[in-house]
């Protein structure tokens, strides 16, 4: 019963380094997203898929891509990880219910 | 495009007392409503949703289609409540948009 597995928990960066983000979901769910939560900010989309084989921009994606690799997968890549990108990470599906279950987040600093 | 406003960042209330958080909402269509809890140091979880019109941990939500908000309410605020609501909005293909949340503190 795992629900929403991301991973990894935490991570740091330097500067320009590149990295991908991993999200599982084992619920069937068609619809995936990415968000960052920054204090006093909440939860912006990056990146959203509402079913296998879409992607579509949320708030805030510069700086990112994203990758639907097929039903029960959905990452996010920085390509060259800037001081900004220092966030909280939450990857979430939803199923016909339209409920959102979140994974438990990826904790990011780039230094 | 579809925007979820809670005005208010933090709200401090005493246990006993009725507690209200604001959700407004801004979209074109027909919206999904929700309300999601984080209680420390644990994923966001589904407090209540409008459609289903229920109360969960005796918070209810009252979708207003006129004033385009849905605020979340409970008559008396319990120390557990303590934690960071987001206000959620499901629009058109499948995106979902949340608030900029609203952290409760329940004082003693």
């Known amino acids: 019963n795992a629900g929403v597995t991301q991973t990894p928990k935490f991570q740091v960066l330097k500067t320009g380094q590149s990295m991908t983000l991993q999200c599982a979901q084992d619920m069937n769910h068609n619809s995936m997203y990415w968000y960052r939560q920054d204090p006093g900010m909440g939860l912006r989309l990056i990146y959203y898929?509402?079913?296998?084989?879409?992607?579509d921009k949320g708030e805030v994606p510069n700086g990112y891509n994203v990758s639907r690799l097929n039903k029960r997968e959905f990452s996010l890549r920085l390509e060259s990880a800037a001081p900004s990108q220092t966030s909280v990470y939450f990857c979430a599906s939803t199923g016909a219910g339209l409920e959102a279950f979140f994974g438990q987040g990826t904790r990011l600093t780039v230094v | 495009a579809q925007r979820v406003t809670q005005p208010e960042k933090l709200l401090s209330v005493f246990k006993g007392a009725p507690v209200e958080l604001k959700c407004n909402y801004s979209y074109s269509g027909s919206p999904e409503l929700f309300w999601y809890v984080q209680y420390s140091r644990q994923r966001l979880q589904l407090l209540l949703r409008?459609?289903s019109r229920e109360s969960i941990k005796g918070f209810t939500a009252d979708l207003n289609k006129g004033e385009t908000s849905f605020h979340l309410k409970k008559p008396f605020a319990q120390e557990e409540d303590s934690a960071m609501y987001y206000c959620?909005?499901?629009?058109?293909?499948?995106?979902?948009?949340f608030g900029k949340g609203t952290l409760l503190t329940v004082n003693p």
């Open positions: 409008h459609i």
């Open positions: 959620a909005l499901s629009g058109s293909n499948y995106k979902l948009t």
């Open positions: 898929s509402a079913s296998e084989g879409t992607t």
